[in-house]
């Protein structure tokens, strides 16, 4: 299991962040039609649950999150969090794209649990620990499908080379693709919502089940 380190600026701003931890062995197919079943089946809900957009933000994990954002000195309503930007879109009716398992098992624990949710090839992992603190200016990130991202005020974490992950996009550096055998999940909860044990185990048995994890190893990390 990675190790984690918070910066105390984090813990001050959120002094309850825990962090739950998954390490395991994957494969990374196409999406199966069963589980992309299961995603259509949280977005439903999602668009049954909330009557106007806005309630999105309220939901205890979102706004936990934001929260933070904005301690850190972050526009959460220009840099939104991942999980909050992934139920507006279902809420617009614009739909989710089909990716990979392992792309789309973190979004269905995302949206279900609202928590933003760090997933990270781990082979792509510069040394045995990751860093949690806060982006600067002159961090340089290539978030996932949104090119050049200023991270400056967001929680973000590094590895030995530099910052691979925020709340609001992952690093193109670790990022899953089609041949990814070994997966580094950081669910973040700056402020809870579905319990944590609860999202880990999800999360575990969606791997198990549809990316055939094996050697699976989970933790919940707490300063």
Not at 117 to 132: E, K, P, V, Y
Request: proline share 6%.
């Amino acid at each position: 299991m990675i190790n984690i380190h918070i910066d105390p600026r984090i813990v001050q701003a959120c002094p309850d962040v825990r962090i739950g931890l998954l390490h395991a062995t994957v494969t990374n197919p196409p999406t199966s039609d069963e589980l992309w079943a299961r995603i259509e089946a949280a977005a439903s809900d999602i668009q049954s649950r909330y009557q106007q957009i806005l309630d999105i933000n309220q939901r205890p994990a979102i706004a936990a999150t934001r929260r933070l954002y904005k301690a850190l000195g972050k526009d959460p309503n220009r840099y939104r969090v991942a999980s909050e930007a992934l139920c507006r879109r279902i809420f617009k009716g614009a739909g989710l794209y089909r990716l990979t398992t392992l792309v789309d098992a973190v979004n269905l624990v995302s949206i279900v649990s609202g928590y933003p949710i760090s997933g990270l090839d781990a082979d792509r992992i510069q040394g045995d620990t990751l860093t949690l603190d806060v982006g600067t200016d002159g961090d340089v990130y290539h978030g996932i499908g949104r090119g050049l991202l200023n991270i400056q005020g967001l929680p973000v974490y590094r590895d030995a080379a530099g910052p691979i992950a925020t709340p609001t996009s992952d690093e193109e550096r670790t990022a899953f693709t089609p041949s990814t055998v070994t997966a580094q999940i950081n669910i973040n909860a700056y402020g809870e919502e579905m319990p944590l044990p609860e999202a880990l185990q999800m999360m575990a048995d969606l791997l198990t089940q549809y990316a055939g994890a094996q050697q699976v190893e989970t933790a919940i990390y707490q300063p």
